[in-house]
């Protein structure tokens, strides 16, 4: 006989396992993607929209448990209700006084936006519950154009393909652990009050981005990485340049391992530049850039980053470590870690809508919290979105990086929430 008070549970993936232990309020582990309509997003609809998205994937339906050993996620009969945007960007969802959903549906004037703790997923899980969510609002806001004739991919998709650990999946024991990484220049500042971001996003024509990049002979990823480490490298003291400047820059498993998963699934290489031994010119840059990238991105090495990860939590003294003490460990580590990136860059890439729906889309974008700088970027159609999310009061770097940009020969167009009444617009 079944138990009726039974509720399924999952294991948190890999990289889910450190967030809970290391959220804060000033750092959420929360990131938010938005979806910016050409016309007001209209709350019932929305709703609606959010009833159809989550039948198609169930494991967002969870709130997060602790155990004896391990964090879970477990199901929940929670209901997930869409809301007015009214917090600040990427507030936090765990830890909070009242269980609740681990992601959040926000709608303001013509934006749909989705706040989801990392614990959940990452940006590419995430990404497939976003384009889900559109979908099924634009289907139910213009039935007239019989847009559900043209499908989203991710709707074939199996719940257990959805579900699947594919770091679990590709794991195998390490030949050897990956060596620790140097302590790294921390760009100075004062702090905003907690829960608070300092955004400034800036929207560039892809075909002038790629153009500039070909023309470099290095990828669009590549280039933004390049200029972001020489635009740190502008605010440097003479003292402070004997450290590197360290871009973390995650990347998406699923482009070098098969996987569906709503989940997550990435890795963290670090891409690093010396300026106190190398040319401080944006060509010596983007050549070594070009180089991490194509030695860190090998097949070979990313599995074997997956497999030294996975290892520490298949080591039995590890496991049957009570969870306050793994609570203590994690946040010192999160601690050293944190002291060997100076900034975190991600560049999730292009999004696309099935035919007939670009035409009610103005553009997509993409935003984190954390405890240093981040940037992320996407594109869709002809703009390619990139937004600073800074714990900082002062915007230097991302000034410098903006014009330099615009040294490049690109048309750059900012959007600020310095004025919280309205957006302040400028183009470089």
Known sequence: MSDKNYL?????????KIFPSTSSAHDSKVFRFFCELKEDVDPAALQAALDKTMEMFPIYRCVLRRGWFWYYLEESPLPALTRPDELPPCFPIYPSPQRSLLFRVLHYRRR?????????SDGAGALDFLRVLVYEYLCIRHPEDELSVNRVPVLGISDW???????QKYYEKPARRLASSPPAYQIPGN??????????????????????????????????????????????????????????????????????????????????????????????????????????????KLKAHVDSLCALEHNLPIRIVPLPVKDLVLRAANRIAAQ????????????????????????????????????????????????????????????????????????????????????????L
């Open 8 to 16: 399924p549970w999952w294991r948190l993936d890999n990289a889910a």
């Open 161 to 167: 393909q959805k579900e699947t650990d594919s770091f």
């Open 112 to 120: 749909i936006s989705l706040e989801i703790y990392h614990v959940l």
């Open 340 to 427: 060997a990136a100076t900034v975190s860059f991600s560049n999730v890439g292009k999004l696309t809508m099935p035919e007939g729906f670009e035409k009610y889309i103005r553009q997509f974008g993409v935003l984190t919290c954390a405890g240093c700088l981040q940037a992320c970027s996407v594109s869709f159609g002809d703009d390619f979105v990139i937004t600073f999310a800074s714990p900082y009061r002062s915007r230097e770097t991302e000034r410098v990086f903006f014009q330099e940009l615009s040294r490049l020969g690109l048309a750059v167009t900012l959007t600020t929430n310095m004025n919280e009444e309205d957006d302040e617009n400028a183009v």
């Open 191 to 300: 702090r905003l009050p907690k829960n608070q971001l300092s955004i400034l996003e800036g929207s560039i024509p892809v075909k002038e981005l790629l153009a500039c990049a070909r023309a470099r002979g290095v990828t669009i990823t590549e280039l933004l990485t390049a200029v972001l480490l020489c635009s740190i490298y502008e605010g440097m003291s003479v003292r402070s340049r004997k450290r590197p400047v360290v871009v973390t820059v995650p990347v998406n498993l699923r482009n070098y391992f098969p996987s569906f998963s709503s989940r997550n699934f990435f890795a963290i290489i670090h891409v690093s530049y010396d300026f106190s031994r190398s040319d401080a010119s944006l060509e010596a840059v983007l050549a070594e850039v070009k180089r991490e990238f194509q030695e860190r991105l090998a097949v070979d």
